[in-house]
């Protein structure tokens, strides 16, 4: 095994414009790269294989945490730590750098590395309005699963302390907006689930995870987050933009800085608050009349 102590592990389906770049970026701290595929169509797992990944196959399970976790209790992990990776994400060279150095040396008592996530958009990196995020990508095998959210899906560690790296993991997606807005579109059923589920703790889940270790960041985003449901439809999204566009300099990033936050940060937010809106026309604040109309509406058990 050369490089770090790592196993990195990458789902995919019909990702032959990234998968060359994730895995030969992450080639540089290990050998040990898997791709979970749901049996795509295109070149994805030709690609993977040319670069020394090992494939291996599970349709997809209706969830990225369900599949993920999958990944943890079936690949032939031997290493002592796991970096989850998407396809459209790499490692900057400093990261590289950083893991390399910093790995071997941490405390025994760590169990989970927090990463910061860098992001390209329409080929410009977004340099403000939503700097700063770190995620909780590294851990160490058997201390860590994918909490099973319909989003906003974090590691949780079941014991030890989490430490900060500095440098990024890049997430930067080469598909085009047509694209962007047909997945996002998807996206936001999901999205209004788990705000919904936030706001009413329909599947109890809020009560589990005062038991987890998600890391600072994580935990400050839920808390946010639980701020936001309380605020009115519609308008929370119309501030949401604001707050990343205005009051936190996104619109110096150009063109593609007004796309990302307008996008992402208001039309998106206000398409989940559309679909928020549509339930409770429908339910009202019935907890289970919403958990209903969720399983009949939109097919998924809560």
């Not at 169990?111 to 770190?134: A, P």
């Not at 079941?158 to 907006?177: C, M």
């Not at 992402?264 to 206000?270: A, N, S």
Request: hydrophobic share 40%; net charge neutral.
């Amino acid at each position: 095994m050369k490089g770090c102590d790592i196993s990195v592990i990458i789902l995919s389906l019909n990702e032959e414009k990234h998968i060359r770049r994730c895995l030969e970026s992450a080639s540089h701290i290990t050998d040990q790269l898997f791709v979970v595929d749901c049996y795509s169509t295109d070149k994805t797992a030709e690609i993977a294989e040319s670069l020394g990944a090992k494939i291996f196959y599970n349709n997809w399970p209706g969830l990225y945490a369900v599949q993920f976790n999958w990944a943890l209790d079936n690949l032939p992990i031997r290493t002592k730590w796991i970096l989850r990776l998407d396809a459209d994400e790499y490692l900057s060279p400093e990261l590289i750098d950083e893991i390399k150095t910093e790995l071997p040396s941490a405390p025994e008592d760590v169990s989970g590395v927090l990463v910061t996530l860098g992001r390209v958009f329409l080929g410009r990196k977004i340099k403000r309005g939503t700097t700063g995020i770190k995620l909780l990508r590294l851990f160490k095998y058997k201390y860590g699963r994918c909490e099973e959210r319909f989003m906003d899906e974090h590691i949780t560690l079941s014991e030890g302390k989490t430490i900060e790296f500095q440098n990024e993991l890049v997430d930067h997606n080469l598909n085009d907006l047509g694209w962007w807005t047909q997945k996002h579109n998807g996206y936001a059923v999901r999205e209004a689930i788990d705000l919904l589920d936030t706001e009413y703790d329909l599947s109890g889940y809020l009560e589990r995870e005062e038991n987890n270790e998600i890391g600072t960041q994580a935990a400050r985003k839920r808390s946010v987050k639980s701020g936001y449901v309380r605020m009115p439809l519609f308008l929370r999204s119309f501030m949401y933009f604001f707050y990343r566009y205005f009051i936190r300099l996104g619109f110096l990033d150009g063109k593609e800085g007004f796309l990302w936050h307008f996008l992402q940060g208001w039309w998106y937010r206000t398409l989940v608050d559309a679909r928020i809106w549509e339930v409770k026309r429908a339910c009202g604040n019935d907890r289970e009349k919403i958990r209903q109309y969720i399983n009949d509406n939109f097919h998924f058990v809560i």
